[in-house]
């Protein structure tokens, strides 16, 4: 159809439709979202029941309505001792993560499929399914056994993070537990990766599990851009120039990572994006509150997150301390971006592990980041490549230089 003709009909449905008055710029190719975590009871508790509509910030709906293709759900384990219980309890809360993944494929075929490769991502989006990739987030869930890491392969994880928040047995964290005694990062006892760290890592390569350094220690990162023979990602991390917060990445390892050929998943989540210490402390207030209300000596955010008591009291904490914007969220992107190039960067939102922003409140806003990106100026193809062309290169290379 000739532009003249395009545009006449465009009016005619414009005056028809209201809607079609202003028609809303085209989707990316895919949208991918490297990091979107799981309540351990999901599927088995009704309300996580990801068919229906959830108080989660992620569902299969949300994700349908808002635009958002596919995401990597995340095998998390907190992080305990390194000892054989703890091993052993970590091993069995993945368990119940991949037997949850597993759950929501089989309940839902027609909607959600798993993709373990690139083309299979770009096939369910082609076939208007969603797709769920998994990530493992500490890889102290491994229970420190190398044949884990191949039986997580043949599950269908394709990409390990190596450690959480407390060092653990491969490597030192970007938040020690100084509690019990964690020299801070890039302090004296500092020491980075341990050999089973490298071990893990050199296996990873093996397999074709792209190797996440989010949340690891900047000496961790330094030791796994030495040891690793394909491309590294961070699965959700921000830039420390942008906000000075350990999670975040220095400009030097944003470019060490880009010259690797790999890839920084810009991620939503409020601390890194803004600094407001009256908020963090207004929140553990009411964690407290909602805990002990409910019974609990602690608070546990899989089973207080989605009360109600914490949805009225985190709306009232809004009003007084509001959280980032999608806007501030894009200055992140932006400046890795520039530092790194805009081949090197993606999106993460961290939703249901603390993520949700003003603007980006859960996936049924995933339009809102589209056009926050085109607001400031990024081209159609760039936005291609930050909302997950980046990520399936890297995923690709990393499958290439795989060697089973
Ligand atoms: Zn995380």
């Known amino acids: 159809m000739n532009r003249l003709r395009h545009l006449a009909l465009l009016a005619l449905l414009g005056s028809t439709f209201p809607a079609f008055a202003q028609m809303a710029p085209p989707d990316p190719p895919i949208t991918i979202d490297t990091h979107v975590d799981i309540p351990f009871t999901y599927m088995r508790e009704a309300r996580f029941d990801a068919g229906k509509d959830t108080p989660l910030l992620v569902d299969l ?6 635009g958002l293709n596919a995401a990597f759900f995340v095998i998390w384990v907190p992080q305990h001792k390194l000892d054989a219980a703890g091993y052993a309890k970590a091993v069995n809360q993945a368990e119940e993560k991949y037997e949850a993944i597993g759950r929501m494929l089989m309940m839902y075929p027609d909607r959600i499929r798993l993709a373990t490769s690139p083309e299979q991502a770009m096939a369910n989006r082609k076939a208007g399914l969603l797709s ?22 043949d599950r269908g994880a394709r990409y390990v993070g190596l450690v959480h928040v407390g060092n653990n047995d491969l490597c030192t964290s970007s938040l020690p537990d100084k509690d019990n005694g964690e020299p801070a990062m890039n302090s004296k006892g500092d020491h980075g990766m341990t050999d089973f760290g490298r071990q893990v890592v050199a296996r990873a390569n093996a397999l074709g599990i792209m190797v996440d350094i989010s949340h690891a220690s900047d000496a961790c990162v330094h030791d796994a851009l030495a040891v690793s ?20 990445l220095p400009d030097d390892l944003l470019r060490a990572i880009a010259a690797k050929g790999g890839v920084i998943q810009a991620v939503a989540y409020k601390e890194f994006l803004k600094s407001d210490p009256g908020r963090e402390a207004a ?7 909602v805990a002990h209300a409910a019974g609990d000596k602690e608070y546990d955010s899989d089973k207080h997150d989605y009360l109600p008591a914490m949805a009225a009291g985190m709306a ?8 980032p914007t999608v806007d501030d969220y894009v200055k992140q992107i932006r400046h890795i971006a520039e530092v790194a190039g805009i081949d090197h960067v993606g999106i993460a939102s961290d939703f249901d592990g603390g993520g949700g922003i003003t603007g980006w409140k859960d996936a049924s806003e995933t339009r809102n980041v589209t056009a926050a990106l085109r607001r400031a ?7 291609a490549k930050i909302w997950g062309g980046n990520l399936l290169r890297v995923w690709r290379e990393v499958e290439r230089d795989a060697h089973h």
């Open 61 to 66: 709906g949300k994700m349908e309505r808002g």
């Open 132 to 153: 769920a990739m998994i990530g493992i987030e500490n890889a102290y869930s491994l229970g420190h056994d190398l044949n884990r890491l191949d039986a997580a392969y």
């Open 229 to 248: 023979k394909a491309p590294l990602i961070a699965s959700h991390s921000g830039a420390r120039a942008v906000l000075d917060h350990p999670r975040n």
């Open 283 to 289: 929140e553990k207030k009411l964690q407290a509150e």
């Open 316 to 323: 009232k904490i809004q009003e007084k301390f509001p959280l």
């Open 377 to 383: 100026g990024f081209s159609d193809a760039d936005i």
